[in-house]
C-alpha cells in the first residue's frame, strides 16, 4: 500500500514537472513572437519616418513621377504663337504655349502601410537572424526556414525585383502571390504600380479596381489610380479619384496636387488656385505649387498675383529655370521690357537650349529698337 501511494506522489510530480515546462516554453515562444513583431513594428515606423524625411527635404520632386515643369510660356502679343520645339502643347490666351507636367502616384508608400501579412509561422526561430533595419528587404531563405506563407515570400521576391527595376519578374511573383492569395491587397497595389511602370495603364487600373473592392477606406488607392487616369488623358475620371481620396484624408498632399494639375489641364483655373492655396497651407516652401499657382492666375489674366506667385517660386528655388521665364514672360506682357529681359537672360543662362526663351528674348530685343 505504502509503495501505490509512493508511486501516486512520483507520477504527480512528474505530471506537475511537465506542466511547468510546457507553461516555461509557452512562454519564451510567445516572447520570441513578440520580440519578431516589435522588430517588424520598429522597421516599419523607421521606414516611414525616413520617407517622409526625404519626402519634406525635396519639396520639387514628390516622387520619381512628380515633375516640376509647368510652364504656361504666354505672351499677350499681336497674336504670333511662341512655338516650344520641346514636348509642349499650345494653348490659346494670345500667343501661349506651356510644358506638360506630370503628376505624382506616391507609389513608393512605406512598409508600415502593408495590410493582411501574416506573423510567420515558425516557432522558436531566432530573430537575430533577421536583420530588422532591412526587414522592407528580407532574406528569403530565412522566410522560408520560417515557415512563411508562400504568398508573402512571392510578394517580398516581386519587391525585391521592383527595386532592381526588373519589372517582368516583379509581375511574375506578385502573380503568384495573388494566385496563392487572391485576398492579399497589397499584391495588387504592388503589381498595380509596375504596371504603371511599364506604362500599361489599362492593367494598372484593373489591380487598382480589385484593390479598392477589397478595401474602399484607403485614400492611395484612388490617388493611385487617379494617377493612372491622368497618364491616359481621362482627366473627369481621374479628379474624381483625387476628390475621393482628399474626402478619405483631408490633407493628402500628393492628391491636392495631382488635382491641381488635373483641374489645370482641363482649365478649371479657380480650383487649380482653391487646391495650390491648400496645398501652400500644408507645404509653403513647395516653389513648384507656386508656380502653378501663378500659371493658373496667368491664364485669369491677373498678371500682377502671378508675378507675386512665380517670385515666391524663384525665392524658394533660385535655379527654377521656368519660374524664370514665366515672370519675365509677365514682365513682358505688362509691358516692362527691361525685367522681362532681366528674367529671360537668367532662364537662359540655367538652360541655355530653352528655346522658347530664345525667342521671347529676341521678341523683347526686337521691343526695345522700336
Given amino acids: 500500500m505504502r509503495r501505490k501511494f509512493l508511486i501516486l506522489i512520483i507520477l504527480a510530480v512528474l505530471i506537475a514537472i511537465i506542466a511547468l515546462f510546457l507553461v516555461i516554453f509557452g512562454i519564451a515562444n510567445n516572447k520570441k513572437e513578440d520580440a519578431l513583431r516589435a522588430a517588424l513594428s520598429e522597421q516599419t515606423s523607421e521606414q516611414a519616418e525616413a520617407e517622409e524625411e526625404a519626402r519634406n527635404t525635396d519639396e520639387e520632386e514628390k516622387s520619381e513621377l512628380t515633375e516640376d515643369l509647368l510652364n504656361t510660356e504666354n505672351e499677350k502679343t499681336e497674336g504670333n504663337t511662341v512655338k516650344n520645339t520641346g514636348a509642349s502643347n499650345e494653348v490659346s490666351r494670345g500667343a501661349q504655349t506651356r510644358t506638360e507636367v506630370r503628376t505624382s502616384s506616391q507609389v513608393q508608400r512605406p512598409l508600415s502601410s502593408l495590410s493582411g501579412i501574416n506573423k510567420p509561422t515558425g516557432l522558436g526561430v531566432n530573430t537575430a537572424e533577421i536583420d530588422p533595419i532591412n526587414y522592407d528587404n528580407p532574406d528569403i531563405n530565412i522566410l522560408k526556414q520560417m515557415g512563411t506563407d508562400q504568398y508573402i515570400i512571392s510578394f517580398y521576391s516581386g519587391e525585391q525585383f521592383y527595386r532592381n527595376a526588373d519589372y517582368d519578374k516583379a509581375i511574375n511573383e506578385y502573380t503568384i502571390s495573388i494566385n496563392r492569395n487572391s485576398g492579399f491587397i497589397e499584391a495588387y497595389i504592388s503589381r498595380g504600380k509596375t504596371y504603371m511602370k511599364k506604362r500599361d495603364f489599362a492593367r494598372a487600373i484593373e489591380d487598382y479596381n480589385r484593390a479598392i473592392r477589397l478595401n474602399s477606406s484607403r485614400a492611395e488607392l484612388y490617388n493611385y489610380r487617379g494617377f493612372a487616369r491622368s497618364e491616359r488623358g481621362e482627366m473627369s475620371l481621374a479628379i474624381e479619384d483625387f476628390s475621393r481620396a482628399i474626402i478619405l484624408n483631408k490633407n493628402y498632399i500628393d492628391a491636392l496636387i495631382n488635382r491641381s494639375h488635373a483641374y489645370y489641364q482641363t482649365g478649371d483655373y479657380a480650383r487649380t488656385i482653391e487646391d495650390c492655396d491648400r496645398i501652400i497651407s500644408l507645404e509653403p516652401r513647395n516653389s513648384t505649387i507656386w508656380n502653378r499657382r ?57 538652360n541655355p537650349s530653352y528655346t522658347a526663351a530664345v525667342t521671347l528674348r529676341d521678341k523683347i530685343r526686337q521691343k526695345q529698337k522700336n
Avoid: H, P
Avoid at 502671378?306 to 524664370?324: C, H, K, T
Avoid at 519675365?328 to 529681359?341: E, I, P, T, V
Fill in 294 to 350: 501663378g500659371s493658373a492666375w496667368y491664364r485669369r489674366e491677373d498678371d500682377d498675383k502671378a508675378i507675386r506667385d512665380f517670385s515666391e517660386a524663384i525665392r524658394l528655388n533660385a535655379n527654377y529655370a521656368v519660374a524664370w521665364y514665366n515672370r519675365g514672360n509677365a514682365w513682358y506682357n505688362k509691358g516692362d521690357m527691361d525685367k522681362a529681359l532681366t528674367d529671360i537672360n537668367r532662364c537662359l543662362a540655367l
